[in-house]
């Protein structure tokens, strides 16, 4: 198995490919609500962004929001301490209800969705037009050159950038089997095995990060199944 998880392994992953209002996607989205929490990816998130971020943002953005149920989980234990945040949650589908925007704004977040393609859309925007950028099982989607890309472009939009992904190792794929024993289904199965194969292992995000600006990155797993990667600039300073 060491050897297979070696190096990562991108296979298309179902979800991706299925309408949203297909019942095995909308099965396969409550599956990933359950499966943040057991991977206790919001309270990562959110320490992350506690330690990263000096002060507190005016600008975030989420790339592959996904139904921005982890975004709402996070924006739960900041909003206290990060009043007034403008967040735009960026997915390729329209997945975010009226609902869970209106308790964004019950937090007093006032929260955007951009439905596009998340690589040219950042590449396309403005420099320096957001404080924090962050990513949840997201950039395991794509090989070498587009995650080049999505960095650079990343690196250009906003100073801080935060990305939890999933662990390329055999606890974790061995674990992605078992998600069948919380009743998840098909595609949730197929797409967390692949998940596992594509995801990070040692410091291979910081290898693709853009070199120039002095930055402080920080990469790592966090448990058997969660692999962070945090880069910030080296000089402190606070969000534009």
């Known amino acids: 198995m060491a050897e297979v998880l070696a190096r990562r392994q ?66 739960r234990r900041m909003a206290r301490h990060w009043p007034g945040v403008e967040l735009t949650l960026l997915d390729r589908q329209d997945l975010v209800p009226g609902e869970r925007r209106r308790r964004f704004t019950e937090l007093g977040w006032h929260a955007e969705t951009v439905i596009t393609d998340a690589i040219e859309w950042m590449e396309d925007s403005a420099p320096s037009s957001f404080d924090v950028i962050t990513a949840n099982l997201f950039l395991h989607h794509f090989a070498e050159g587009e995650l ?43 797409d967390a095995a692949a998940s596992v194969r594509a995801g990070f292992a040692d410091n291979e995000l910081s290898a693709l990060w853009p070199r120039g600006e002095a930055v402080i990155m920080r990469e790592g797993a966090i448990g058997p199944f969660t692999h962070v990667f945090s880069a910030r600039p080296a000089a402190s300073g606070s969000p534009r």
């Not at 095995?24 to 929490?37: E, Q």
């Not at 100073?159 to 078992?178: D, K, M, Q």
């Open 10 to 75: 991108l296979t298309p992953e179902l979800l991706d490919h299925l309408p949203a209002s297909d019942p095995r996607a909308m099965g396969s989205r409550r599956d990933l609500v359950r499966i943040n929490a057991i991977m206790f990816q919001a309270p990562i998130v959110a320490r992350r962004l506690r330690r990263d971020v000096e002060q507190p943002p005016r600008r975030l953005l989420e790339i592959g929001c996904g139904d921005g149920a982890l975004m709402l989980a996070v924006a």
């Open 148 to 190: 080049r890309r999505l960095l650079a472009a990343a690196q250009r939009l906003a100073p801080v950038f935060i990305a939890t992904e999933p662990r390329r190792n055999g606890v974790a794929l061995v674990a992605s089997g078992l998600l069948r024993l919380i009743g998840a289904n098909e595609v949730t199965l197929h």
